[in-house]
């Protein structure tokens, strides 16, 4: 019981002189919002082969209207099973209306997996995009773009359809 009594004060005795000090790192905390978004897209993967993908992305905003972020997809439809495209990406969200947004993107890449045409990979895939604001903090945007493997034989105008979130991350 003594051990136990001991053992009760210490930890009282350290949680109080922990806290009494300041935590080093929480003055350089930052809130910075972020967007997660869910997408359906499809594109032609030669002039009689198209393909559709599901992937995610999340953008990191900059500031209100600039952002980065990261995306991968994969292959929903399609010969292509085991067909795969990640990287990053940077844009411009902006607002035309209080419900109403535009969304001007580059994602830079790689793409491939079976059997695409896709040569060594590299991808370049700028989109603008029309979306709508609803619940407050989800969107929901129709894309447009052109998709081309720098050094493959892929080059198609890209259509897709997401849906996104906000949140705020904190981060150092």
């Known amino acids: 019981m003594k051990k ?22 929480l003055h350089r905390l930052k809130k910075t919002k972020h967007m997660l978004t869910f997408e359906v897209k499809k594109y032609n993967i030669s002039s009689s082969e198209e393909i559709m993908l599901y992937g995610a992305k999340e953008r990191k905003f900059i500031n209100e209207s600039w952002y980065w972020g990261e995306a991968g997809y994969g292959a929903i439809s399609g010969r292509r099973a085991g067909y795969l495209e990640g990287g990053i990406m940077s844009g411009y969200l902006g ?3 209080p419900k109403l947004t535009y969304d001007i993107r580059l994602f830079f890449g790689a793409g491939g997996g079976g059997s695409a045409p896709q040569g060594g990979g590299m991808i370049i895939n700028p989109t603008i995009g029309l979306g709508y604001q609803f619940l407050n903090k989800w969107n929901i945007c129709l ?6 493997f720098i050094n493959g034989n892929i080059s198609s105008a ?4 997401n849906i996104s979130t906000n949140f705020w991350a904190l981060t150092f």
């Open 158 to 161: 890209t259509m897709g359809l």
């Open 95 to 97: 607002q035309l209306t």
């Open 4 to 25: 136990i009594l001991l053992l009760l004060i210490l930890c009282l005795f350290s949680t109080l002189l922990l806290a009494s000090e300041p935590i080093p790192e």
């Open 143 to 148: 894309e447009v773009g052109y998709i081309h």
